[in-house]
């Protein structure tokens, strides 16, 4: 039977889903990875930010606000900063700008989620595809035995049974990370909106 077998064993008998799985994991993490580097950096406390636009409108200083626009990473301070470009076309344009520039920054943060919430959503799936076919091959060789038993199939349930552990493995961290992604670009749009409607209320 397979008390001896390890579970490396298992894996390299584990057939073409385990190990198209495990390259779809690497593609995961290197995404996961990314993002967080991504989010890591545009991170800005938009309260903090605000409150010295608002300083450096109260006196006039507009240069500053670019600069300050310039100096920090992000879409608040892209926004920001469109805003101010069109300030002098009114409200309506200023608003229209600062839209644009949003959807544009969203379409940023955005990158390759769709490719990470896949990856989540099919690998049990593809798993599953492959732990079905190791059993189909498993009760085959117990059909071309002669006089074999269970034991003849013990391993080949065992080594099937890891394409669907594989890709539980690779689904789980793939939905926990792209629901948190997520979350936070929601998180950073709704602070960005709010921020560009009270500096359309300063220029106005």
């Given at each position: 039977m397979f008390g001896e077998t390890t579970f490396w064993q298992l894996f390299m008998k584990g057939g073409a889903a385990v190990f198209f799985l495990l390259g779809v994991?690497?593609?995961s993490w290197w995404i996961i990875i990314d993002r967080a580097i991504c989010f890591s950096r545009i991170k800005v406390?938009?309260?903090d930010f605000m409150d010295r636009v608002k300083k450096m409108l109260a006196k006039k200083d507009r240069q500053g606000v670019l600069t300050l626009c310039q100096t920090t990473p992000g879409p608040l301070s892209a926004v920001i900063r469109s805003g101010m470009d069109a300030s002098e076309g009114g409200r309506e344009?200023?608003?229209a700008a600062?839209?644009?520039?949003l959807?544009?920054?969203a379409g940023r943060m955005q990158k390759f989620l769709g490719v990470l919430g896949t990856i989540g959503s099919v690998s049990p799936f593809i798993g599953l595809f492959g732990t079905i076919l190791g059993i189909i091959k498993a009760f085959r060789d117990l059909a071309m035995s002669q006089g074999g038993g269970p034991s003849v199939v013990a391993n080949?349930?065992?080594e099937a049974l890891v394409a669907t552990a594989m890709g539980i493995f690779v689904a789980i961290p793939a939905v926990v990370a792209y629901n948190l992604f997520v979350r936070a670009i929601d998180n950073l749009e709704t602070e960005t909106i709010n921020a560009a409607s009270e500096l359309a209320?300063?220029?106005d």
């Open positions: 994991s690497v593609l406390n938009t309260q344009k200023m608003e600062m839209q644009r520039t959807n544009y920054e080949g349930i065992a209320d300063l220029l």
